[in-house]
């Protein structure tokens, strides 16, 4: 993240940190005497090089994604709303996965459980909460499927649903901007599975979108650009997107959570998870050296090759006729 920056290190450091917890540009502007194109280009290296050490660790680890909750916030930008779908593994308050779109459709479901199938390593019992946005159940169902042979032979093969897939809704109904009634169902799944599952999980009795509410709650108070009302609302998608990441990776290393830690020890999600065994500094995050991807072979395509390719190291055969040679007399 720091090569080619003029600026000291232990400058760029305490910027994107006031950046994370939600100070504004102008703030650091007037503050430190940068540049606001300075700032955000900071701040846009700082998310790229979370992002890559998230899908890094993500693709890393052996997950058992056993109780999910996602959810979606509407973040206000110049002349326009931006949509940022989230989700999170409630057992030990993992962010998972964010989506950023300018829309609020069924493809931001669908991207959003792309990326949390992806973590899934194997098929397992897996409840999924969610509120009562039509397009999540189909969107659940869709991506939660497995290829089954069922005839010998040619064909395709079937997409099935997860067996152990259970997918929970709670609706909130309001009055006057208050809540009167919560509705609780199960669009998908067994009653008792969702039951045992939730049994798993410390601190949940019943359906509820709590804990991605409360990452929710952080976002809009740690990112100045999520607040509701303000000045420097962001006017480019890229924005949002990087500092979703900037702060969900530093939630997820760098910050112990007050639920998980005891007295003795603070713990982070991350380290609940398994990822790692003490609390990452942002220096130690931004200097983290991801290594690249493995190369991998192209596929072939077109008809098979019938005569096999010529060796590089035989010599080849002269195309056309050679030249003829006439004698002298000495010679013969």
């Known amino acids: 993240m720091f090569e080619g920056l003029r600026k000291p290190t232990a400058l760029i450091v305490i910027v994107v940190t006031l950046l994370a917890y939600g100070c504004p540009v102008q703030a650091i502007v007037k503050a430190f005497g940068l540049d606001e194109r300075t700032i955000a280009l900071w701040r846009d290296r700082a998310g790229k090089q979370c992002q ?32 940022m779908a989230l989700a999170m593994l409630v057992p030990t308050r993992l962010w998972l996965a964010g989506v ?43 991506t939660f499927r497995s290829k089954i042979k069922r005839a010998s032979g040619r ?54 979108t709590t804990s991605i509410e409360r990452l929710n709650g952080t976002m809009r108070e740690r990112l100045a650009n999520f607040t509701r009302k303000c000045r420097h609302a962001a006017s480019r998608l890229e924005t949002v997107h990087h500092g979703m990441f900037l702060l969900g990776v ?10 998980l830690s005891t007295q003795d020890q603070q713990i982070s999600p991350a380290m609940a998870s398994g990822f790692t065994d003490h609390l990452w500094s942002l220096v130690e995050l931004f200097t983290y050296k991801v290594p ?6 192209p596929k072939k395509r077109g008809r098979k090759r019938i005569k096999p390719l010529p060796d590089p190291h035989q010599p080849k055969r002269p195309r056309r006729r050679p030249r003829k040679v006439i004698l002298c007399s000495s010679t013969v």
């Open 52 to 83: 890559q050490v998230h899908e890094m660790m993500m693709q890393q680890a052996d997950l058992t994604l056993s109780h999910v909750q996602a959810d979606e916030i509407r973040v206000k930008g110049r002349k326009q709303v931006i949509w």
């Open 100 to 142: 950023v779109q300018p829309t609020r459709n069924a493809r931001l479901a669908d991207r959003l459980f792309a990326q949390v199938r992806q973590w899934s390593k194997h098929i397992s019992a897996i409840l999924v909460c969610v509120d009562g946005w039509p397009a999540y159940p189909h969107s659940i169902e869709r």
């Open 155 to 208: 064909g395709r093969c079937c997409l099935e649903i997860w067996s152990n897939l259970v997918i929970g809704q709670v609706m909130k109904h309001q009055h006057k901007h208050h809540v009167v009634e919560v509705e609780r169902r199960l669009p998908h799944g067994d009653p008792q599975k969702a039951q045992e599952l939730l049994q798993e999980t410390p601190g949940c009795q019943i359906l509820n």
């Open 250 to 259: 530093t939630y997820n290393l760098c910050w112990p959570h007050q639920q």
């Open 292 to 297: 690249p991807e493995a190369w991998q072979e």
